[in-house]
């Protein structure tokens, strides 16, 4: 799906750094979502917002933030607080009819130097 | 609470032989399933939806309410089906995943 863009491809951070990983989307989707990918665990859900202005915490939002300023852009911080944050992101979106489909980016992978 | 079991970390094949990925789910509602398959080096991408009751790339998934299943099979696997394979539930707004199945189809 070319219509979801996720930068950088590569993230590295240091100890004691935040780090925002950007999610754009020219779909036209009203619902957002990031996901953590770890071996062996599948997908686990970070934060969703089903509309501007509006967001969740999914299952592990701890240590993360999220911003949903425009439809088109959803954008995940990672805080010092999140202890492991080595991972494969993911960003989603889709429209919100019933049998809609999330349609993913190409990831970012973070990686604590 | 809403779940789902991919049982099998891998499942290697040869090439030609059926395939079946397990997938099970606990819902307390009607649910609302999905397949995605993620290709190496290519994004996460969706494969089917019980809703549509289609067939993509020779692979099919029946939803089966009394088992709480939603397997995926396919009748001769090929080489380029290797991929991890993820099931996932939609409960209300939020997809839940399943732990993933790694393909591997031997020549």
């Known amino acids: 799906d070319g219509g979801i863009t996720q930068s950088p491809k590569y993230l590295f951070r240091k100890e004691g750094q935040n780090v925002t990983l950007s999610c754009e989307q020219n779909?036209?989707?009203?619902?957002m979502y990031w996901y953590r990918q770890d071996p062996g665990q599948g997908l686990r859900l970070i934060y969703y917002?089903?509309?501007?202005?509006?967001?969740q915490k999914g299952d592990i939002a701890e240590g993360y933030s999220v911003s949903r300023e425009k439809k088109e852009s959803f954008p995940l911080t990672v805080t010092s607080a999140q202890k492991n944050p080595t991972a494969f992101y993911l960003c989603?979106?889709?429209?919100?009819?019933?049998?809609?489909?999330?349609?993913f980016g190409d990831g970012t992978r973070l990686s604590i130097l | 609470a809403q779940r789902v079991t991919q049982p099998e970390k891998l499942l290697s094949v040869f090439k030609g032989a059926p395939v079946e990925l397990k997938c099970n789910y606990s819902?307390?509602?009607?649910?609302?399933l999905f397949w995605y398959v993620q290709y190496s080096r290519q994004r996460l991408q969706l494969l089917l939806r019980?809703?549509s009751r289609e067939s993509i790339k020779g692979f099919t998934a029946d939803l089966n309410k009394g088992e709480t299943s939603f397997h995926l099979k396919k009748p001769f696997a090929q080489e380029e089906d290797s991929a991890m394979y993820y099931c996932?539930?939609?409960?209300?707004?939020?997809?839940?995943f399943g732990t993933g199945t790694r393909l591997l189809v031997s020549p």
């Open positions: 989603a979106s889709r429209r919100t009819a019933p049998g809609e489909p999330q349609h």
């Open positions: 996932a539930l939609r409960s209300f707004q939020k997809l839940v």
């Open positions: 779909l036209n989707h009203d619902a």
């Open positions: 819902y307390s509602g009607s649910p609302e």
């Open positions: 019980h809703i």
């Open positions: 917002s089903q509309i501007v202005n509006d967001f």
